[in-house]
């Protein structure tokens, strides 16, 4: 079953959960909001929350608890070593999962580091769909390098193909020949690939990867932090998968894989990650570090009540009307935009919605960070904060020239259970007035740059006074409007 149906023909998606907790947010008058975006040097992630109407940064760690999470967080069984909790959330996994062994993670970074010490060695190489920050960086500092091999497709802006996030076979028995299958580490499938929009692969590529592994004598590991947005597309439009129950599905997945792992951070609306497996050896190989990095074994650094949460969460991510409120939601608000001209990333995937702001604002050049300045224009001109995805989140090279990202986007993620309808249709209306009025956005200079992860903590300033000449516009379509 999928989407429920409206008799007017009417195509919107319907919330299946009813609010119960809920958090009162602000919405500051454009003045303010502008004076906060200068005060946070344009950079979206100085921001302070508070100031924040429609937090759209992330889907990390921000999906709201069902009452059944909250209920279960309060028979947590607090011990260091043989927690109960541990031992239900490993039976859940076991169930779900099918995998025999798991091991607990303070959150999914924390099971990359794992990994890549106990696989990736110096001039190691590691196949991939496609790479994902964190994953890069664990094991590039083990020494080792990655190949994107990701369908030519993927990194296609507009495009109608429905698993934009499949592994080029092709590429993949190239890279194993070019390279020796003894400097292959393992291969690498990411659900959801986060980094382009997140786009699905199917089971029969998986099924395929699976086969040149074998034939390779290759290892494949899994990240399945995107999972649940994955499952859901694999259900809408995968022939083999349309019979299947999500839950049948997730089994067959984690069969064709060596190793999964995840941050639960994304998947099961908790916080936290771990590792599963079904071999016991490869169980054994990674056993020690997680009391070495994370803390004992019957928690790795997570809380025993997030634990509970996440046993529950993984649940509730096997029920398809769950798992299908973030990407309606982000189909609604992709299409909508497209429907109105609006430059967006095609077909809509899972974790969020991304305007491409190469085509938003065309007349600002890469230099000056067509993305950021977006960001920070559609936080002045509706309280949205978003995240850059573009040459601000590059790194210069040691010369100090700029590396100009091959697509600028302004990443609106949608955290599950958390807005309404409504709420997603002011977003949309903001960012159809701010088209309108493009050209009056300016590009932006660094005033303070740290060498790595400018993104995170740079400062910038607007070239010219566009912000300014942003607010009057605004104030003269709203007089009298926050
Ligand atoms: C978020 C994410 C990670 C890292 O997880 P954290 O919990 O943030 O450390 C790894 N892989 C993918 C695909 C992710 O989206």
């Known amino acids: 079953m999928g989407k429920i149906k409206f008799f007017s023909g009417e195509d919107i998606p319907l919330e299946m959960h009813k609010v119960r907790i809920v958090q009162?947010?602000?919405?500051?008058?454009?003045?303010?909001?502008?004076?906060?975006?200068?005060?946070?040097?344009?950079?979206?992630?100085?921001?302070n929350n508070r100031d924040v109407f429609m937090?759209?940064?992330?889907?990390?760690?921000?999906?709201?608890?069902?009452?059944?999470?909250?209920?279960?967080?309060?028979?947590?069984?607090?011990?260091y070593a043989g927690s109960e909790t541990f031992t239900r959330l490993e039976k859940t996994l076991q169930e779900l999962f099918g995998t025999k062994y798991f091991l607990p993670a303070h959150q999914g970074r924390a099971c990359e580091n794992i990994i890549s010490q106990v696989f990736v060695k110096e001039g190691s190489v590691v196949p991939m769909n496609y790479h994902f920050t964190t994953t890069k960086a664990h094991i590039v500092i083990?020494?080792?390098?990655?190949?994107?091999?990701?369908?030519?497709?993927?990194?296609?802006?507009?495009?109608?193909?429905?698993?934009?996030?499949?592994m080029d076979i092709d590429k993949l028995k190239?890279?194993?020949?070019?390279?020796?299958?003894?400097k292959i580490a393992y291969v690498r499938m990411e659900a959801g690939t986060n980094l382009i929009g997140g786009q699905p692969f199917s089971l029969e590529n998986l099924q395929d990867v699976r086969k040149v592994c074998d034939e390779n004598g290759l290892m494949l590991v899994f990240d399945a932090s995107l999972l649940s947005d994955n499952l859901y597309f694999m259900k809408e439009r995968e022939e083999q998968c349309k019979s299947m129950s999500i839950e049948e599905i997730t089994k067959k997945i984690m069969a064709l894989c060596d190793i999964t792992y995840f941050s639960a951070r994304k998947l099961g609306f908790a916080r936290g990650g771990g590792i599963c497996t079904n071999s016991k050896d490869l169980y054994m190989k990674m056993r020690e570090y997680i009391t070495l990095?994370?803390?004992?074994?019957?928690?790795?650094?997570?809380?025993v009540r997030e634990m509970e949460a996440l046993r529950v969460g993984l649940n509730e991510s096997m029920d398809e009307h769950i798992i299908n409120q973030g990407p309606l939601f982000i189909e609604y608000m992709v299409n909508e935009l497209d429907k109105k001209g609006i430059p967006v990333i095609t077909p809509a995937g899972g974790l969020g919605c991304h305007l491409d702001a190469m085509r938003f604002v065309d007349h600002i050049p890469q230099a000056e960070y067509p993305a950021g300045a977006l960001a920070s224009a559609l936080y002045i001109v509706s309280g949205v904060r978003g995240m850059e995805r573009g040459t601000m989140s590059e790194q210069r090279e040691d010369d100090g020239t700029e590396v100009f990202s091959n697509m600028e986007l302004l990443r609106l993620a949608m955290p599950r259970r958390v807005f309404t309808l409504s709420q997603v249709k002011y977003a949309i209306d903001r960012i159809e007035w701010l088209y309108k009025n493009r050209k009056l956005i300016g590009g932006l200079k660094f005033v303070e740059e740290p060498k790595t992860l400018r993104f995170f903590f740079g400062r910038l300033d607007p070239t010219s006074?566009?912000?300014d000449e942003l607010v009057k516009a605004f104030r003269k379509d709203f007089p009298d409007s926050l």
Do not use: C
């Not at 990095?293 to 809380?303: A, D, I, P, V």
């Open 293 to 303: 990095y994370e803390g004992f074994l019957t928690y790795g650094g997570m809380s």
């Open 24 to 47: 009162k947010l602000e919405l500051a008058p454009i003045e303010q909001r502008v004076k906060y975006m200068q005060e946070a040097g344009n950079n979206t992630f100085l921001l």
């Open 55 to 79: 937090d759209m940064l992330t889907d990390s760690g921000v999906n709201a608890m069902s009452d059944n999470q909250l209920s279960a967080m309060m028979i947590a069984d607090d011990s």
């Open 142 to 166: 083990n020494g080792g390098s990655i190949e994107e091999i990701v369908i030519d497709e993927g990194i296609e802006v507009t495009s109608s193909h429905p698993f934009k996030g499949n």
């Open 174 to 182: 190239e890279v194993i020949a070019r390279n020796g299958k003894e």
């Open 465 to 467: 006074n566009w912000q």
